[in-house]
Structure formats: C-alpha cells, structure tokens
C-alpha cells in the first residue's frame, strides 16, 4: 500500500470546492508500489478483492450480529452515483456481491413515481434507509433531485438550491441515529463513456443495457459535472463524506471501493456479541436432548 488510506486519498475535504477536472478518471490512486501490483495492476488487483471480500463479509457479519442480539443501531448507507455508464452496477455486483446477501438492502431510485411525485423528495429516500444491522446500497440517490432536475430544470432554482441543506440536514440526522454513510461518485471521461456505449451495441449480451436517452445525456456533460461539483463541494461534510472515484478502470473502480468499505467499517470497531449465556448450563442443556 501507499501507506495513505483510500478513504484519505479519494475524500472530498468537506468545505473545499471540488474540481473534477483536477482529477483523473484513469489514475489509480492508493494502489501498492511493490512489484506485483505494479507488473500487472489489474491482475493484482481482482486478486486483492477477492482476497478482501471475506474480510468485509465478516464485518458485515458482525454489525448484523451487534443490531440482532445487542440491539446496535448501527448501519451501514453505501450512496453510488454517476453519470451513466459510470460502473454502478458493475461495483454493485463485484462488491456488494460479496457480502451476505440477507444483509444487504440495494435500492435503485428512477424517475418518481406518480405517488412519489406527489411528496417531498426525501420521502422516498426515507422509506428505503436500511434497518439497523444491514448495509444499505442506493444506486442512484436523494442526489438526482439536484443532478438530473438541476441539469434538465425539472424544478425551479429556487427549489433545488434550498435542497443541498435538507439533504445536509437528513443526513446529519442520520449520522446521529447510527448510519455510517459513504457517498461515492464513479468518475469516468467522456471517452470511457463513448467506449462503454459502443460496447453496449456491439454486444448482444450486453445491448439490454443500451438507453437511446443515454447519447442526448451526452451534451450535457459540463452542466452534469457543474452540478457533480456543486454536490461534491456543497454535500461533503464529516458526518457523510463524498469520496470521488477514478471509474475509467473497472478494476481499480472495484478495488477502490472495496478498500474504502473495509476501511470504513473496520473504522466502527465492530465486535461480534456477546449474549449473556451461562456457556456450561446452556452445554449441559443441550447434551440433555442428545439420545444416548
Ligand atoms: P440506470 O440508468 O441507473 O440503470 P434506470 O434506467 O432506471 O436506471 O434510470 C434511472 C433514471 O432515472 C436516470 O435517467 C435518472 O436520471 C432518473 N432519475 C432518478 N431520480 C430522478 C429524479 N428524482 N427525478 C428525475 N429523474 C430521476
């Protein structure tokens, strides 16, 4: 390793403006410099996620073990945004994937629904928290209602400016009630882009994923990365923190976040149970239902 954490390098420092042209979507920061991960990086580094999956399963496990016998109120809230193409559900299917699904909860928000339209933006969002113990995933977010709407004028300014701080607000909130949240943005170039959605075309297999309102996104993509910026800058604070991630490679996207998830949760100091049982009665117990 760099010696430097993930979640140190690739941190958005709350109350600085971000600038994402100052970041590049194909650089890899925090990768080891010792000869392995050097000679093939994306060899070692699908090894090394691989190698860590276990490790945040087990975290996981014992977070969901805290909230079940020890009523811990903690949870875990793993925000995903980007523009499209940018690799959410690639991340959410090589790392989420590698944690017990029964304490996984992904929820992917779209458009609103007519019944979600008739409510305040963060209704839907509060419906879907994760319960204490398991690890919520958004793909997508409460963040749209200041992306697409700020970028396509689904709303008037007025409106989703003030949104910044109820989102600031909600979270703090949540922070407070016992939600660790780790908001992370997938940056890719346009050029990834471009290359993902050939790829899309190209590939039978992969042609369901292809969205013809994808290309006309497209045009929009200063104003998307202004209205990235204005998050990033607006929304970074120490109670939920936006990590930026190079995207351009897949590989390092998946260790990347894989990293910052076990550092975070190893951060909670998380410890398995211990339910009060007298150990020697509770054996006798049950060496008494064993037939002889
Ligand atoms: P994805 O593109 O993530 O695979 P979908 O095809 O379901 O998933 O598309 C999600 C779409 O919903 C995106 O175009 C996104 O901009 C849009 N969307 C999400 N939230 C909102 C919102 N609050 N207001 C308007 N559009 C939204």
């Known amino acids: 390793m760099s010696g430097v954490p ?17 970041i590049d979507p194909r650089s890899t920061p925090g990768l080891p410099e010792d000869r392995a991960a050097q000679r093939d990086p994306k060899a070692w580094a699908r090894a090394d996620v691989a ?3 276990p490790q945040l399963a087990e975290l996981q496990e014992r977070l969901y073990a805290s909230a079940k016998v020890a009523r811990d109120p903690r949870r875990v809230l793993l925000v995903l945004q980007a523009m499209d193409c940018g690799g959410k ?29 008739r409510h305040h933006f963060l209704w839907r969002i509060r419906r879907a928290l994760p319960a204490a113990g398991y690890v919520g995933v958004f793909n997508r977010s409460q963040y749209e209602d200041v992306l697409v ?32 949240i780790v908001k992370v943005m997938l940056h890719i170039s346009p050029e990834e882009q ?11 297999t992969k042609r369901w994923k292809y969205n013809v309102a994808d290309v006309e996104e497209r045009s929009r993509w200063r104003e998307y990365q202004e209205a990235y910026e ?11 923190p936006w990590y930026v991630v190079p995207a351009d490679r897949k590989w390092y996207r998946d260790w990347a976040v894989a990293q910052l998830l076990t550092e975070v949760m190893d951060g909670m100091h998380l410890r398995y149970p211990e339910p009060e049982l007298d150990l020697e009665a509770e054996r006798k117990r049950v060496l008494a239902t ?3």
């Open 6 to 22: 993930i979640r140190e390098l690739l941190l958005v420092p709350p109350g600085t403006p971000a600038d994402l042209a100052a």
């Open 51 to 53: 190698a860590r999956l």
């Open 89 to 117: 559900d690639g991340t959410i299917k090589h790392v989420v994937g590698g944690l017990n699904p029964g304490g996984v909860r992904v929820h992917s928000f779209g458009p609103p629904t007519r019944e979600e339209r």
């Open 149 to 180: 709407v700020r970028v396509h004028g689904l709303v008037s300014p007025e409106i989703w400016s003030r949104r910044y701080d109820e989102i600031n607000r909600l979270e703090a909130g949540l922070s407070v009630d016992g939600f660790t």
């Open 194 to 204: 471009a290359e993902r959605l050939l790829a899309r075309l190209d590939d039978p």
């Open 230 to 240: 204005a998050v990033l800058t607006r929304c970074s604070t120490s109670a939920a």
């Open 290 to 292: 064993v037939p002889a």
